[in-house]
């Protein structure tokens, strides 16, 4: 069974701090997707990372995916009280492209001003 | 283009009650899902449908039933609710370039079983 662990469970930060959020797993995934949910609504779509290795940028949010492809990191800059919400990893089997996807249990963010 | 919907907003059921939660989107996406969310637990997939009259079981299906008559439509459907089913249920759908899945959320359904 594939797992993705997330870390912190929680993060309470004050505005203009940077922090980093980990995605971690045993398993391989052919492509990791990191999804932003606000309360009351459904997970959006942040950045699908494919390559090994590979970095993403946008705006002050920075995605990372392991060599390896088992683990990503999300990195914000100078966060904003608009970055509060609910963080999802979500991962693709490496067989499973097109089928379900394997989600995290999330971080949820707070961002104080 | 709207996206994903999802009725009703809320809901609250009785114990043995039936109701079907309703998910349209209008992106001509061949795969569609079902999640539910509960605190902590991130999204668990019920089932998931890869085109019309082909559906199948997720990680949590006990107690649900889908059908995928068109290519817009996805109901999900609860036929004896127990307080077990108290979650938060998202649709979604998607459309796989064969190297990997973006998925489109709708808002949700809140659902309640007393």
């Known amino acids: 069974t594939q797992l993705l662990e997330q870390s912190p469970q929680f993060l309470s930060i004050q505005e203009g701090e940077n922090l980093t959020v980990y995605c971690n797993s045993s398993?391989?995934?052919?492509?990791l997707q990191w999804y932003r949910q606000e309360p009351g609504e459904g997970p959006v779509l942040l950045v699908t990372?494919?390559?090994?290795?590979e970095v993403k940028k946008l705006k002050r949010l920075t995605f990372q995916f392991g060599d390896a492809r088992k683990d990503s990191s999300l990195h914000i800059t100078a966060a904003q009280p608009g970055d509060t919400g609910l963080y999802l990893c979500?991962?693709?089997?490496?067989?499973?492209?097109?089928?379900?996807?394997?989600f995290g249990k999330g971080t949820t963010l707070s961002v104080s001003s | 283009n709207a996206g994903v919907t999802q009725t009703p907003k809320f809901r609250i059921l009785k114990i043995g009650q039936s109701m079907t939660l309703q998910c349209t989107q209008d992106?001509?996406?061949?795969?569609m899902y079902w999640y539910r969310q509960d605190p902590g637990m991130g999204l668990k997939l019920i089932y998931y449908?890869?085109?019309?009259?082909?559906?199948d079981k997720g990680e949590v299906p006990n107690g649900y039933n889908v059908s995928r008559s068109t290519t817009e439509d996805f109901p999900l459907r609860l036929e004896l609710a127990a307080p077990s089913q108290t979650s938060v249920y998202f649709c979604?759908?998607?459309?796989?370039?064969?190297?990997?899945?973006?998925?489109?959320f709708g808002p949700g359904t809140r659902l309640t079983v007393l």
């Open positions: 979604a759908s998607s459309y796989s370039t064969g190297d990997y899945n973006e998925q489109f």
């Open positions: 398993s391989v995934f052919s492509s």
């Open positions: 990372v494919v390559t090994g290795g």
């Open positions: 979500a991962g693709d089997g490496p067989n499973q492209a097109g089928t379900a996807l394997i």
């Open positions: 992106m001509n996406h061949n795969y």
């Open positions: 449908s890869v085109g019309a009259g082909i559906t």
